[in-house]
Every structure is written in structure tokens, then in C-alpha cells.
T-cell receptor
Framework: GQQVMQIPQYQHVQEGEDFTTYCNSSTTLSNIQWYKQRPGGHPVFLIQLVKSGEVKKQKRLTFQFGEAKKNSSLHITATQTTDVGTYFCAGRTGNQFYFGTGTSLTVIP | DTEVTQTPKHLVMGMTNKKSLKCEQHMGHRAMYWYKQKAKKPPELMFVYSYEKLSINESVPSRFSPECPNSSLLNLHLHALQPEDSALYLC???????????????FGPGTRLTVL
């Protein structure tokens, strides 16, 4: 079954509000990647984290990889309508590679 | 060229038909992937090709048959599919499988398959 869970499943925010999605794995991950998929589109790579406790920033986006390499988070500051889409984490454990269940973000103008 | 192309964009087929999905990349990537994505669900990995050899088959039914003719092309041959196989089929590529980590994957736009 699905080993990488994300919460929340859905999130509606007012434009300008912050947004966070959390990714949790039942097993230790070699790395964690984040992808964004716009409605009707395909996943687009955002970032990869490899080291325990790693934090990376891309403009308004902040990504964290947990100390135990079992969880990760994506935080968006001051959301914009262009942030709309589904955010997936994805990671490898052993020979398995899983996408998380995804968080669908809606931004209300 | 940082694009992965897939054809066709849409495909409707009957359960007795044989069809093929095609994927192409010219980024020099040596790993290519097939994923299946149902509506409102995450992509599910089906197959991984590493240096043109099948390295991972995620217990996919034999009615799906992958083929990698060369380092730029990836096909997925479909035969005797079921209605529940209707989904978006995504192709992706990455630089190489690179040891224990998967590199950044570039996805194509997908083929939306409907099985009647």
C-alpha cells in the first residue's frame, strides 16, 4: 500500500496567506523530491533534498527534510494564484520509488 | 532541448485492440520511466529503464509491455486492456539512476487513455 502520506489532502487559502503541506513516510528515505502538478498538467520538478535536516529555499518556497529522513514539508509564503495545483513529495526507499498522496492547493483571489 | 514528448495525447481503444504509446527525449538522459496516474491520485511507477535495459517492473500486468529501442525512445505496448486501465500515462526521464537516488525527473505531458 501507499507508504508516503501527505496532509492535508486539500487546502483552500486566501491569496496572500501562507500554505504548508507535510509529507510522511513509514520508512527512511534516501532522498525526497517535490513536484508541482497544475490542473490538467504534468508533474514538474521543484527540488530535491538529500541530507538529514536539510532546508532549501526557492523564493517564497521553503523545503525541509526531517532529521530522521522520514518526513518533509513544503511551505509557501504569501500565496499567489499562480501557486494553484497539486504538490507531491516523492522519495526512494530501497528499490521502491513512491509519490506521496498529494496536497491540492486552491488560492482564492 | 529540455522536453519530453509523448504521442498520442489522447487514445480511445477497445478491449481487443492493440495500441502503442510513444515517448521521446533528447536530453541525453539514460533513465526513462512509465507512470500511470488516475484522477486525483499520485503517479504510480510502472517501469524503469536504465541504460536501455528494464531495471524495474512494479508488478505490472503483462497486458502492458514496455520497450526501449534506443536511449531516446520509450514505448508502451497495450493489448487486451480493461476499462480500469483508463488513466493518464506519463513518461519521464532523468540523467541516470545514479546509485541509490533517482535524479530529477522530467515528465512528458502524458497520454490520456480511455478503454471502452
Amino acid at each position: 500500500g501507499q507508504q508516503v502520506m501527505q496532509i492535508p489532502q486539500y487546502q483552500h487559502v486566501q491569496e496572500g496567506e501562507d500554505f504548508t503541506t507535510y509529507c510522511n513516510s513509514s520508512t527512511t528515505l534516501s532522498n525526497i523530491q517535490w513536484y508541482k502538478q497544475r490542473p490538467g498538467g504534468h508533474p514538474v520538478f521543484l527540488i530535491q533534498l538529500v541530507k538529514s535536516g536539510e532546508v532549501k529555499k526557492q523564493k517564497r518556497l521553503t523545503f525541509q527534510f526531517g532529521e530522521a529522513k522520514k518526513n518533509s514539508s513544503l511551505h509557501i509564503t504569501a500565496t499567489q494564484t499562480t501557486d494553484v495545483g497539486t504538490y507531491f513529495c516523492a522519495g526512494r526507499t530501497g528499490n521502491q520509488f513512491y509519490f506521496g498522496t498529494g496536497t491540492s492547493l486552491t488560492v482564492i483571489p | 532541448d529540455t522536453e519530453v514528448t509523448q504521442t498520442p495525447k489522447h487514445l480511445v481503444m477497445g478491449m481487443t485492440n492493440k495500441k502503442s504509446l510513444k515517448c521521446e527525449q533528447h536530453m541525453g538522459h539514460r533513465a526513462m520511466y512509465w507512470y500511470k496516474q488516475k484522477a486525483k491520485k499520485p503517479p504510480e511507477l510502472m517501469f524503469v529503464y536504465s541504460y536501455e535495459k528494464l531495471s524495474i517492473n512494479e508488478s505490472v500486468p503483462s497486458r502492458f509491455s514496455p520497450e526501449c529501442p534506443n536511449s531516446s525512445l520509450l514505448n508502451l505496448h497495450l493489448h487486451a486492456l480493461q476499462p480500469e486501465d483508463s488513466a493518464l500515462y506519463l513518461c519521464a526521464s532523468s540523467r541516470s539512476p545514479s546509485g541509490v537516488t533517482y535524479n530529477e525527473q522530467f515528465f512528458g505531458p502524458g497520454t490520456r487513455l480511455t478503454v471502452l
